[in-house]
Structure formats: C-alpha cells, structure tokens
C-alpha cells in the first residue's frame, strides 16, 4: 500500500510539473513582440528618391529630422493672398498661402542673407539645378571652403543650392535673395552661416511646381504670431542682403 501510494504521488507531481510547463510556454508563445517605432510611412514616401531627376535624387534619411519640420498642411491666418510665400525666419517655417486659413508650410534653415532681408520682392526667375557662384563676402568670410568656386560650381547633388532655386526681384532688379535646396539636410531648422532661405531638396522641388514666376514672396524677420493677420502694409517695404 505505502509503494502504490508513493508511486501515486509521484504521478501526481509529474502531472502538475508537465501542467505547469505547458501554462509557461503558451504564455511564452502568445506574446506579441514589441514593435520598434519608426518613421511615419506617409513622411518615407514624401520624402523618397526622384530617380527621373537630372541627377537622380537619393532618398532623404528623415529619422533624426524633427517631424515639424515636414511639409505639410496647416491653419494661417493671413491678409496675404492665395498663391503667395510668407517666410518666417524667427520660427523657421516658408507658408506657401492657400487661401480660406490655410497654408501649405515647409521647415527651412536661414542663412545670414536670409537674416539680412525683410519686406515684399517677387520671383523673377526659376531655375531647376541651377549654378551656384559665392559672393565676395561669402568668399571673404569662409575662404578655404568658397574660394575655389569664385568662378561657379556647376549642378549637381553637392551644389549648395540643390536641385531648384527661386530668385527674388524687386523693382525690375536682381536683389540677390535666393529660395532653394540644400545638400546639408540636417541644417532646416537652424540659422546657418550662408546662404538664404533653404528647403529640404524634396521639398524645393513641391515648392517650385507650385508657384509660377512673378508670384509674391514677403519676408519676416519680427513677425507677428501666425494666428494673427499679416498687414499688407507691413512687406511693403524691402532691404536687400548685403550677401546671397
């Protein structure tokens, strides 16, 4: 009797030990694994390459990129037409006006010639992979980075102006303020050394099929906030840059 009831119990214990191992491992089993976060699928196609390109275009690595700074559609009040660009340099953002409180807006970086502008100009020319020749101050101030390109760089992915650039006239005459690409990615949403108003190049190349020659463009240096009227008295004014 004493054997048969040792050997019951051990059975016992083998039963409730399988029992045990088999509750662990479905929880093991059923799981679902931890998904890491990544960019936004709709931001990886906005930004993706333009092979069609003349010098096909790589996608853009979006991963360390504030998500801000992304084009995207938003509420701006404004007394500003439809169709024109309003910069604002302080908070880093060109609004392309859409009319009835919207905006199309795009993160940019600012250059010291951007810093240098304020007032109403107009887009007297377009240009897509566009030349890219420094000015003497841009020369004087970083001589070993643009002094070789006194004479021009030509197109291309490393050209500083990137694949499109919108040229700002006012009164007829070149006022040497440039809208355009960049090969530096990282620098939107920063002041930079030189330069004036950059996109994303992906974005420059949105910007530029949607606006035409002659289209406005005001800059802001000391705007007031966006969810207020922009007075058209206020860009009526210009000062050119003393450096593209």
């Not at 936004?40 to 993706?48: E, F, L, S, T």
């Not at 990282?186 to 974005?203: E, H, M, P, T, Y």
Request: include cysteine.
């Amino acid at each position: 009797m004493c054997v048969s009831r040792i050997r019951a119990r051990a059975v016992l214990r083998s039963l409730a030990l399988l029992a045990l191992a088999a509750t662990l491992a479905s929880c093991v089993t059923t799981a679902k694994p931890v998904k890491k976060k990544g960019p936004d699928p709709m931001h990886v196609a906005m930004y993706g390459p333009h092979p069609e390109e003349r010098f096909p275009l790589p996608a853009m690595d979006i991963s360390r990129v504030n998500p801000k700074y992304f084009r995207q559609l938003v509420a701006y009040q404004t007394a500003e037409p439809a169709g024109t660009i309003v910069i604002d340099t302080q908070d880093r953002f060109l609004y392309l006006v859409q009319g009835e409180g919207m905006a199309m807006r795009y993160g940019i970086g600012v250059g010291k010639a951007g810093l240098e502008f304020e007032g109403g100009a107009r887009i007297g020319r377009k240009a897509e992979w566009p030349r890219w020749t420094p000015t003497q101050n841009m020369i004087a101030r970083e001589p070993e980075r643009n002094q070789k390109w006194a004479g021009g760089m030509e197109p291309g992915l490393t050209n500083p102006l990137g694949p499109r650039a919108l040229y700002l006239h006012k009164d007829g005459k070149d006022t040497l303020f440039r809208i355009h690409g960049t090969s530096e990615p990282w620098s939107i949403g920063k002041a930079v050394s030189s330069g004036c108003i950059r996109l994303f190049n992906q974005d420059i190349i949105d910007l530029y099929g949607r606006v035409p020659t002659g289209s406005r463009v005001v800059v802001l240096q000391h705007q007031t906030p966006a969810h207020e009227a922009v007075p058209m008295a206020a860009a009526d004014g210009l000062v050119p840059p003393a450096a593209i």
